[in-house]
């Protein structure tokens, strides 16, 4: 697992009751701190984390490890458990370690899945073109994205929780059900990797939308209108990437966009609850509440106008983030916006 914040914790701790698990972080005295108390005193102070874990700072060492092949039940299989942000990065970091791996493993392919949500706040790029640019596409490799409605602190207390693993390999899709398909997590699988993305994506800010119209006191009506024609938005804006639309119905589209738009332990709804409260964004960041809907709104309108979809969510909520329109003023221009069937 590369990455030891919170989702990257819980998805170790969740597999470590099964497998052999080596958790990489960056921070050496974090890194240094789980391996002496077995805790993620920052991200996940409560949670217990298995005294089975490998913490390590090496990064190299972790790549090893993730691809080797630990049982003959399964695979290796490597995470990378970074935010979008940070996934060009780890990925650059992956190719020059690459002699680091493990050349007699059984397996043919190096099983890679990333967990991260959003567009590329620079390029634009979901995560499968960013790994695509950076490693390639070469045979080597057995690619996929894993997501769906959780929150990490749920997933560490050990409650239920089902999620999709979207890949075009088989194989790693079988790795993937084996690694973490266990009481209490459930895992099903798709080859929709473009509709798994977008989901994981547009649902943020679209949560972010739910949040404003929270914090203004709009009523439930108003949070089923958005929730509604925020997964038109976001069915649209995929269908036109090549995803398939009946993804969208499914846990990665309704489910998680159901859980962030209206779950209390949501970041991108905390945002916009501030935001239609009157705090204006520079405020929310200060006080040290980050949301990725804040990060990718504006690279997904961006490419929404390229691709020639109708966003008017997603454009309101930029214009709120960045244009410092008045939450209200970008409330009515929504309900402005001439009758249409759905």
Known sequence: MLGAGAWGTALA???ATHHDVCLWGRDIDSIQSMSAHHRNKRYLPDLVLPTSIHF??????????GAQTHSTQTPGLIILGTPVIGLREICDQFVQHLT?????????????VWTCKGLDPHTGQLPHEIVAQTLGTSSRYALGVLSGP???????????VA???????ESLRAIVREVFHHDPIRIYATTD?????????LKNIMAIACGIADGLALGNNARAALITRGLAEMTRFGVKLG??????SGLTGLGDLVLTATGELSRNRQVGLALGQGRSLSDVLASGLTAEGVRCAQAVSIRAKELGVDMPITDSVCQVLFNR????????QLLAREAKYE
């Open 193 to 201: 990797i473009i509709g798994v993305e977008v989901g994981g994506a």
């Open 100 to 112: 680091a791996l493990n050349t007699t493993a059984t397996h043919s392919k190096t099983s890679i």
């Open 13 to 15: 701790s969740a597999a």
């Open 56 to 65: 390590t700072a090496n990064i190299a060492q972790a790549i090893h490890h």
């Open 150 to 160: 959780s929150f990490a602190k749920e997933v560490a207390q050990g409650l239920p």
């Open 243 to 248: 995803a398939e639309a009946a993804t969208f």
């Open 325 to 332: 329109i008045p939450v209200k003023q970008a409330v009515s």
């Open 163 to 169: 999620l999709t693993i979207a890949s075009l390999d």
